[in-house]
């Protein structure tokens, strides 16, 4: 055998031990974890289930508040807010695939092992999963921002209006 084929066989036969070893790594980590995911993916299910309940209640205050003087910039919350539900769901089918299971202590094992693998896949879903719903979560900040300036403008002029300012 010539020495750039054998420097080629060792070179695959690191590479192949070096996955092997960060693939069962990633299953330990798994399968010893409290949420039974990769430490990102438990981020990301944390950020997309507080973000969801924050979405609930802002949708539901939006409705309640809904009126035909509603101002653009409430119709962009409840535009965001649609969004948000619609990028939740698929966190939630992603953090679901990538959930390990299993009654019996073998089947949490191999469920792990098949959660790493499926993880390594996903990894640049898992990343711009991660992205939109920082994007989301920054939008939804602003829109709320430039709402309650709206409103402050809206409350400044009503006292204008009747002649009372913050001075008096």
């Known amino acids: 055998m010539d020495p750039i084929t ?4 060792g070179s695959s036969a690191v590479a192949f031990i070096d996955f092997a070893i960060n693939l069962f790594a990633a299953a330990k980590k798994i399968h010893t974890s409290s949420s039974h995911q990769q430490e990102t993916v438990a981020e ?6 507080s973000l969801s309940a924050w979405n609930a209640q802002l949708t539901s ?27 939740v769901a698929e966190i939630e ?6 959930t390990a299971g ?8 191999n469920s792990s092992v098949r959660v790493a693998i499926k993880g390594l896949k996903k990894r ?9 719903l920082e994007h989301m979560r920054a939008e939804i900040m602003i829109g709320l921002l430039v ?9 400044d002029s009503f006292f204008k209006g009747l002649g009372l300012t913050g001075n008096q």
């Open 6 to 9: 054998a420097l080629s066989i």
């Open 44 to 49: 990301i299910d944390s950020l997309s289930q």
């Open 61 to 87: 205050q939006l409705a309640a508040a809904q009126s035909a003087t509603s101002s653009q910039c409430d119709q962009s919350l409840i535009r965001l807010c649609g969004e948000c539900r619609d990028l």
């Open 93 to 98: 089918g992603v953090v679901g695939e990538l």
């Open 102 to 109: 299993g009654a019996t202590k073998w089947d949490a094992v």
């Open 124 to 132: 640049e879903a898992v990343r711009g999963l991660n992205k939109r």
């Open 147 to 155: 709402s309650f300036q709206y409103v402050n403008v809206c409350f």
